[in-house]
Structures are given as C-alpha cells and as structure tokens.
C-alpha cells in the first residue's frame, strides 16, 4: 500500500465474504479500515454487494477474541447456555464467563494434550482410520494454505481421514455428481462468461441475494438479449428478468428436469456429434430408455409446470446457440440433491451446451474459498486436488511429502461432518478441533448438534469471535481475521487470488496457520515453515509462502503457479499445469478429466422429501441466507451498517397463510417441526408459494437449524435444509 495525504493507507485484497470473489482496496486510518472500494479484479471490475462495501467492521468489534482461553473447572458444557440472554440471542458476558484467561503457552500444550489423549487411548485399543475417535473441521473462510495445513495436520497427527467442512452442507451433491459424470468437481466456465451466453437457467439458486456481484452480470447479460429461464419454488427478484420462470413445487427438482431431458431426447434435440465423440458409448441408448416414461405431460401434475412451458424451455436451451447454467442451494441440500445435479449435468452433455465460451455447469460456490478448501484436500475423501484416498500412489506421494512413515494413511474415507456429529452424540468421536467454523448453527438439527459439541471430551475451536460453537470448547484460541494475513483464496470461477494483511490482529489474537504449525510441533510431526503469528507479509520469503509451495507440489492443478508468481500476478484461473500456462478460465474443452475423457450420463432418480408436510406439520420450511447477513451470522451481525439493515429475524409467508392464520406482517409466529420450535417474526413475502416459509439461518436468538433435518443424501452426504415440515402457528393472546 501506499500512504496518501491524509495519512491513510490502502492494501488491495479479497472480499471475505462470498464466492465471487470480488477485489476490494482497503482504507486504513489509525489502524482501522475505514472505508472499501472495489477494485477491478476479474471477477467484479470493481464492482461490490452491501457487504463487501459496509460489512468489513467486524474485524474491529469489541467482541474480538484477544487471549486465549481454557473452560473453568467449574463451569460445565451445556447448550442451554446458547439460549439464554436478552431477546434470546446468547449473553456474550456469561459465555465469556465460562473460561479463565490463559497463555498461548498454556492454551496449546492443553489443546494438544487433549487431543493426544484421546489418540493415545484408541490407539492403544487398536482404533484405525475412521474408527480414530477424533475429527477436525477446517473452514472455507480461511486461506488456501489454512485449508492444507488444518487436513494435513489431522491426518498426520491422528492417522484418520475425519476432516472435512462446510462443503459438506453445501455442494458436496454436486461435487459428487459432477466427480462420477466429468471427473471434476470444479466449475467449467467462469460467471462472467454470461456475457457470451444465449440462453442462461438460473435453478435453485438466489443470486441477487447471496451471489450479489454475480447477479449484476446476469442481468447485464439479459439487458444485452440474453434470455433467462429461472426456475426456482420462491418468485425471487431474478424472475423480474427472467424470459421464463418456472415457480416448481418444492422438491419436484427431478420430475421438472427428466421432463426437459425428455423432450430433448424425443424432439431431436440432441447434439450427436458431440454425444458421439465426448460421451460414453452406451450411456445415451440408456438414458434415452430410461427417460421414457417422464414426459413432460406426465411430469406437469407432479412439477406444478405446464408441458408448453417445459417444451418450450427445453427447446430453447437446447439450442442456445450457447446456453449456461447456474444451480446453488436450492439444487443441491436435498436428500436426493446428488440425483437433481446428475439431471443437470445430462442436459449440458446432451445438448453440447459445455466446452465453449457462453454454456457449460456452474454450480454457485457460497463461501469465498469453499472451492480452495476443497481443492486442498480439506474432504475425508480426498487428498489435495481430489485425489482419492483409496489410491495407494495418492496416499504415498503425500506420506512422502508429508514425512510419515509408508501405511500410515488409511485407505477408506473417513466421516463427514454431519456423520461426525453423529458420532460424537453417541461417543464414537471424543475429541475435535474446529477452525473457523459454525457447527452449532450450521448443521442440520442444531440441538442434537450443540449437544454432540457438548459431550465431547475435548473440544479446540479457533476463531476470530466466542461463537455458539466455540462456547461449548474446552479450550478457545483466538484467530486473526481474513484482512489481517497474507494468504490465497479461490473464488467460484477457480480464480485463485492473493489477499493482504491491512491492519494487525487485536490483542494476541494469530493466525490461523501459525496455530497449525504450534500444534503440529506439539505433535512431534516436525513443521518448520516458520509461519509469522502475526498474518505475516506477502514476500517472497515467508512461511505461508513455503507452505503454498509444499501444497502446489501435491496439486497438479496448481503445478505452475508458484509462490514468486501468485505474488507477481495476484489473481491466476487454475488448472494452471505449468509455469508459462496463463490459466484456464473455460475448461473441459476437448476432453474431460476422466480416464478415457468422456463423460458419464447417469440417470436421475426421483427421491422423495425425508419429510413431507402432513396433518400435524402442514407447511414446508425452506431455510438459506438473505443478502444483508452472512451464514450463521458470526461476522456480518457485528457489523454496523449490515445489522442496522436487518437487525431481527423473521420468517417470510405468503399473504394468504398470513390471512388464515389472521396475522398481520410483523406479528410473531411459532414455528414447529420435529426437532423443536422457535417464535419469530413474520414479514409478508409474494415470492415464496402459500404453504412454503423461508426463514434464514444467520440468527443465534431464533436459530432456523434448531428446526431442519439431518436426513442425507445417500452419496453425498449432504443434508436436506431446503425442506422439511413445519407448523405455522398463531400465538395465543396472553
Ligand atoms: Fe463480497 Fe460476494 Fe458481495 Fe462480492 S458479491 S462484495 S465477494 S459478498
């Protein structure tokens, strides 16, 4: 940066928030950031969303962690703590109050030894792989480096592949999908590339809210005659650009695209030529076999979509010329979100709609390094750049790199975050540690997850606040935030950029990898990166820089993007295979990443809702995010400007069921599912169909995970929190 008259300071960065990915240059005053500009990095050209331009004050909130903490004696773990305080959002004082102040010392030789102990204690039981009663969730909000040290780190310490994060909860439907059909998870074309798209589907996903940035280049794309097919249960603001929108019934996401499939395989829709040199030979025979009976006549009563319509669509998308989807949340947290994407990806297949400027799969990337954190191995599937575990050349190079003796890897995958909890309910695992993220808010069923937090042993969180889920630890290490380190994060588009440190972390608040690198010592795993506690400086000679170096040597994706380069070139589109290669915006061009290069068609079958709505539970409850706040709330509800615009939750209901229930907006309900009951306020919503509530999840007072189920989709083991039944009740006059 530069100083300027007014003695302020400007340091160019990543917005910490979603995955567009957008640059920013911060202002500094005094130690401060006082004010954020967009800066015209690839994915935004300057532009920036509420949270990226007002939402950066979190970092200087008097609720910062500064000193390390250690649960007293004499207070135990209860989750009712969670629920207690003024208008029921958790009093910060008494959480606080649950802990002695401790040195770093102390705090990492008890965050170790605990963990340790457990270790010790299976090991001796004969405990491997995924029976090691201890597991780990790294975060998508940390760096790429954060991401690769947080996996390594528990691999190599406890010899288990339970690792994995908030991918989870998102996209991991879709990854998993996208893996078996393409051979990669990643996205083939990056957002921008609407500008060159004819036809653009929008499913499932909310991007004016939760994609803000995106969304300005899809409406600009259909300023330009670009049409928009959206099809998505809520009327969201898209639909005011959208050539046709497809308002389907909740969890109808197969009926409604084996319909479209339907008409391309039976209209001649379908592109052979590129069927017949970029698909597997047999796959199309089948899958137009087995699209037979769906119809868009037989679909329409099931979808609530008209056959014109759906003939209608299906035609245009097919052909384009060039047509792109974008699918998020809506397609993929589903029971048979796994099934939803295989459905998209035949479309694109199909039709030739990937490969080119303009068309192929998108799915939306929620946390501004969801995509990193994945790539890096952060999964208990995969190592570094997806290269599965049940590999024994894969396990070896990084037994190799990593300096563990040949064996020590397992070779099944470990468990997954909800399956963790799970296990940690029923004492299976006894030990964690937690980087940056959110459970007791964040997954499904959040009283059995707060009370799976609860029985553990051992609990280490680290983060930047007292979160909901770092107030059920044992021991806290306070972490410093996203604009106080030097670190890489890859956007939705796999544009790996640099971000820079602006302003110092508060108190003794250090980075996130310096804490992996403390802990890995206590260990005895021998890490000397010599990582700068303090967020460190983008240099050439760094310890972060050594570890980005040591990762990209396990990622082929990554082989020639060196530390020196990111530093020169700031912002780079992986795979970058070697150190002259510009970077690969579009991929999948000619082949596919898979061991003969064509795809795979694989059918998507109907599954049904885990819950669907019935005499005592009439409604469906669809949970996500709303513009102004940030998942579980942690950074953007400490944010001035962001919590000013939405200070209190509420849940959005037709005007109809407002009616019947003789409500006016703004009156509370009592919503009840299963799991529990929360009373909130409601705010009237055209958009979301009678007999559907949207509620966001970003509240600790009402929190929405309180309600949702835990049912997983079989493959990917992501959660249904876009559907389950709910109760909508009136309170009764007092
Ligand atoms: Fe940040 Fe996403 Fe908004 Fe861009 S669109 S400013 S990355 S939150």
Redesign the pocket.
Known sequence: GSYTRRAERTVDTV?P??G???A?TLHVRNGRIDRVDGAPGPA?DGR??V???FGMDYVHHPQRLTQPLIRRADAPKDPAILMHGPGGRADHAALLAQFRPATWEEALDVAAAGLARVRDAARAAGLRGRAVPVAGFGSAKGSNEEAYLFQKLMRSAFATHNVDHCTRLCHASSVAALMESIGSGAVSNPVRDCAHADVIVVIGANPVQN????ATWIKNAVRRGARLVLADPRRTELARYAWRYLGFTPGSDVALLNALLHVIVTEGLVNEPFVAVRVHPDDLRALREYLRPWSPEAMAPLCGIDPATLREVARAYAGGPASMIFWGMGVAQHSHGTDNVRALIALALLTGQIGRPGTGLHPLRGQ?NVQGASDAGLIPMVLPDYRRVGVAAHRAAAEAAWGLAPGTLPDEPGLTVVEILDAAYEGRIRAMLIQGENPAMSDPDAAHARAALARLEHLVVADIFLTETAALADVVLPAAAWPEKTGTVTNTDRLVQLGRPAVAPPGQARADAWILEQLAQRFGLGWDYGIDPHGGAPEPDSGIGRVFDEMRSLMPALAGLSWARMLREGAVTHPVPAPDDPGHPIVFTDRFPTPDGRARLVPARPGAPAEPPDADYPYVLITGRQLEHWHTGAMTRRSAVLDALEPVPHVSVHPALLARLGLQAGQPVRLRTRRGQVTVATRVDEAVPDGVVFWPFAYAEAAANLLTIAALDPVAKIAEVKYCAVAVEALAPD
């Open positions: 917005c928030f979603c567009v990915g957008c920013l935004n920036l969303c949270k990226g331009r994609h803000p940035v995106a501004n």
